[in-house]
């Protein structure tokens, strides 16, 4: 099979691109226009979407050995997407041929840089993904089980690598929870070859979302390609049976005590995670570590407090999520949970669940989330639909389940190329200030810049904000969807690759379920509606935090100079004209 990801980097290059700064000079091409050394080739992205590489895990998986002979340990190979002990499908198989077969269960993380670029993550990511792991080692120890966490380059000869520490610990069964990316898939596959070849078995599950890709079809049999119908068959299927789509995978069972002395393992609860890894320095890791803690714990309750307790302004920005929590009212519909269809557009209160850190490195599952949902509602059927609180949050949830699917099925979305083809066409502006002073909040339009300074200070932001600031960049400054995509996935805490790339290709009407291209948001319209008093843009742009009145959102010039403060940089009516301009016709200035 040729490897003809956009993503597959060869080990020089990606060691001379390691360090992954928000500061990293554009690219320009011959024609002054941005250029992408990331975007597939018209062949490559016809070939991989009639060959998607989860069909071809599956065909792998179909012909795995199902029943080697037996090892001495079973090892669980966890990845940076399924960050947990608790309801970890993998963990929960892995954990019960071991004591089947009574032998002990060793688990694996394998740091990847050359993964690590390959996908845009940034230094906040990684270091979330390290702290993780040391509450992770310290639980599973709890139970006697090593975590083995080791560092790898280059990533194209990980399977070679995995199957050499499986003989080290004389294995000869792995499981691991399926990634959805290209790469990763790949590499699972060419897994599952060699593990064949050695007369071992190597198991990948589905985990990541509520309802797996390739399971909802149009009546045409056909990968939905719009979000509602889709949404209605999964609810559907979901409600269907529950035990199976959210049903909770039981915990690890503790090791005996004598792996202790076993002298072929014993030596792997001795590993050290590393505090740091090269190229992915974290500048700010005092502060993500209060804003977003590491841990299930952390994330239970995060979770907690989103179904039972009150909205609270004062977690708009850097502040600790789980200090000064309000008292859970039980039976209240103060709850942001039974608020959130009201209130999650608001962007001056912490409205929404900020659980996508969590969901994001897999630190919660998904499934404990929908299951919270029936806790609140004591209902036995989850509602999913936008008529209630409850179901407009599930929606939301739903969301990440759609854009995983829709990369499943197309997975030229994920190698720069747009959705809808014919916009890949579309003329780009290649303004260097204009595409700095969006990086940096300095566009001169206060809930864009209020954005991106939370996005730069917190490492998230609000999903409102997010659309507003990402179809500023795209059709006001028409500048490429894909350098925002990827200057998000450098700062983000959640950062995800298929939702991130949903995002930007909703934003910027590339892609599945689009806001038409003539629908184009005017930012001062939605600075009004998300932050009616412009708490949100005080606590992010401190020059207009004297500002008290409705000018916030749109300061005159003689007031933003007064203030310090940029005039914006683009005329939004003009910008709006040739946005419209150049997505009516492609190719055309
Ligand atoms: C341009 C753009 C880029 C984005 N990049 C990412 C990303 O890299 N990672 C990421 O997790 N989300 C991304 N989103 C989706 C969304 O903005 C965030 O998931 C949400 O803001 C997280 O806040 P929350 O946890 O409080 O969400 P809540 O409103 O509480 O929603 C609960 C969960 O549902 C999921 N979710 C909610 N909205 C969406 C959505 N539109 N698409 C996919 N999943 C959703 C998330 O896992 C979220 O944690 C992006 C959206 C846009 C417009």
């Not at 989850?382 to 407009?392: I, K, L, M, S």
């Not at 990402?470 to 990827?486: N, P, Q, S, T």
């Amino acid at each position: 099979m040729p490897n003809h990801s956009k993503r597959a980097l060869s080990p020089c290059i990606a060691q001379q691109t390691r360090n992954p700064s928000p500061t990293k000079k554009i690219r320009t091409g011959a024609q002054g226009q941005f250029k992408f050394n990331r975007r597939a080739s018209d062949n490559v992205s016809a070939y991989i979407d009639l060959h998607p590489p989860l069909k071809d895990l599956e065909t792998a998986q179909a012909a795995r050995l199902t029943s080697p002979t037996k090892g001495n340990a079973v090892v669980y190979w966890m990845r940076m997407e399924d960050m947990r002990i608790h309801d970890n499908r993998a963990l929960s198989k892995a954990s019960e041929l071991a004591k089947k077969e009574n032998i002990p269960l060793v688990a694996l993380f394998v740091i990847s840089p050359h993964d690590y670029i390959a996908h845009d993550r940034g230094p906040r990511r990684i270091d979330f993904m390290l702290r993780n792991l040391r509450c992770i080692q310290t639980d599973l120890a709890n139970l006697h089980i090593p975590l083995h966490v080791t560092t790898h380059t280059p990533r194209h000869t990980l399977p070679e690598y995995i199957l050499s520490l499986m003989k080290d610990v004389g294995a000869t069964q792995i499981f691991a929870n399926i990634e959805y990316e290209v790469d990763e898939l790949r590499r699972d596959i060419k897994l599952c070859e060699l593990a064949k070849n050695e007369k071992f078995s190597a198991i990948f599950v589905h985990d990541k979302l509520i309802i797996q890709p390739d399971t909802l079809f149009t009546k045409a049999n056909k990968p939905y390609t719009v979000y509602s119908p889709w949404q209605r068959n999964w609810l559907a299927m979901l409600n269907s049976d529950l035990a199976k789509y959210i049903g909770e995978a039981p915990g690890p069972s503790a090791n005996d005590k004598s792996i202790h002395s076993n002298s072929k393992l014993s030596s792997l609860f001795d590993c050290k995670i590393p505090e740091k890894i090269d190229g992915f320095e974290c500048q700010d890791g005092e502060v993500m570590a209060k804003i977003w803690p590491a841990g299930e714990d952390a994330a239970r309750e995060m979770l907690r407090l989103f179904l039972f307790t009150k909205a609270q302004s004062s977690h708009i920005g850097v502040s600790d999520p789980l200090a000064n929590a309000p008292e859970e009212q039980k039976g209240s519909k103060a709850s942001r949970v039974l608020q959130y269809k009201d209130n999650r557009d608001k962007v001056d209160s912490n409205t929404t669940s900020r659980l996508s850190p969590y969901l994001a490195s897999g630190v919660i599952s998904a499934r404990e989330c929908v299951r919270g949902t029936l806790k609140v509602l004591g209902a036995d059927k989850v509602q999913g639909t936008r008529d209630t609180a409850v179901g407009h949050w599930v929606q939301e949830v739903a969301w990440r389940d759609f854009y995983t699917h829709v990369m499943a099925s197309f997975p030229r979305v994920s190698m720069g190329r747009t959705f809808l083809e014919k916009f890949d066409a579309v003329i780009w502006e290649t303004n260097e200030e204009h595409f700095e002073a969006w990086k940096q909040g300095r566009t001169g339009v206060p809930i864009v810049d209020a954005a991106m300074r939370q996005l730069n200070t917190m490492g998230w932001m609000h999903n409102r904000p997010r659309m507003v600031a990402a179809m500023f960049l795209v059709k006001d400054l028409m500048i490429d969807w894909r350098l925002g995509e990827r200057y998000f996935m450098e700062q983000l805490i959640d950062g995800d690759l298929a939702s991130n790339n949903g995002g930007w290709q909703w934003s910027s009407s590339t892609g599945t379920d689009p806001q038409p291209y003539f629908r184009i948001m005017n930012p001062f319209n939605q600075s009004e509606k998300a932050d009616p008093d412009g708490d949100y843009i005080r606590s992010f742009v401190p020059e207009l935090r004297s500002v008290k009145s409705k000018d916030i959102h749109r300061p005159s010039t003689a007031l933003a100079m007064k203030l310090n403060y940029p005039a914006p940089i683009i005329d939004h009516h003009k910008a709006r004209d040739r946005a419209m301009r150049r997505f009516k016709n492609p190719g055309e200035n």
